[in-house]
């Protein structure tokens, strides 16, 4: 397996822009997190789905976060309007099972000017 | 609400002197606690795990002992080498639920 696969990798935008970040977890895993790092705030944990569907969306930080797992191998975290403190390295996680190991896609490093 | 502390901040060792990094954690129904390496511009990998049935776990190196009843879980690093530099992670879990609270990072430098 590929592991979890990010896109884009990096994405520079301009305030007010609609960013959307994807990620594709890994096969079979019924868990799939997102995060983000700042120096500031370290990973924050955002938004977790189990079999597709949002468990706990408390660490979206406002509405102008959304987050949407269609199916067992997509999920998309999009941000509209985008603001500058929005800018940070954001990643998908995905686990299998109770407390699975999390395996962490490379991330999405995003700048928003 | 849930929360973990992590101490220190920054680490700097010399090669083959130990290391410690340890954690606190609010949520007394957390039963797993795992540790990440996130080496610069890389993504966070499972080191070592440990689940609340066990007070320690080795694998080579590196260690973790968790104290359920004072809420504090550690990671012993022996024998350091300069590849063991990176940014370190604790975390646990939250009660039932699949979801991890990381700590706010440790970074270890290990000069040669």
């Known amino acids: 397996d590929a592991g979890v696969i990010q896109s884009p990798r990096h994405e520079v935008t301009e305030m007010g822009q609609e960013v959307t970040l994807r990620c594709k977890p890994i096969s079979g895993h019924n868990s799939l997190f997102w995060y983000r790092q700042t120096m500031m705030r370290g990973l924050e944990l955002l938004i977790y789905f189990n079999n597709n569907v949002p468990i706990d969306d408390s660490g979206m930080p406002e509405d102008r976060f959304s987050a949407k797992m269609p199916n067992a191998s997509f999920s998309t975290l999009k941000i509209q309007p985008s603001e500058p403190r929005d800018s940070a390295v954001y990643f998908c996680?995905?686990?299998?099972?109770?407390?699975?190991?999390?395996?962490f896609g490379e991330g999405s490093r995003l700048t928003v000017l | 609400g849930e929360n973990v502390e992590q101490h220190p901040s920054t680490l700097s060792v010399q090669e083959g002197d130990s290391a410690v990094i340890k954690c606190t954690y609010s949520?007394?129904?957390?039963?797993?606690f795992p540790w990440y390496k996130q080496e610069l511009g890389k993504r966070p990998q499972l080191i070592i795990d440990?689940?609340?049935?066990?007070g320690e776990k080795k694998d080579q190196r590196i260690a973790v002992t968790l104290n359920k009843t004072a809420k504090h879980f550690s990671l012993h690093i022996t024998e350091t080498q300069p590849e063991d530099s990176a940014v370190y992670f604790c975390a646990a879990s939250t009660g039932s639920t699949d979801k991890l609270i990381f700590g706010t990072g440790t970074r270890l430098q290990v000069f040669p």
């Open positions: 996680a995905s686990s299998f099972g109770e407390n699975g190991e999390l395996f």
């Open positions: 949520d007394s129904a957390s039963n797993y």
């Open positions: 440990i689940r609340s049935n066990v």
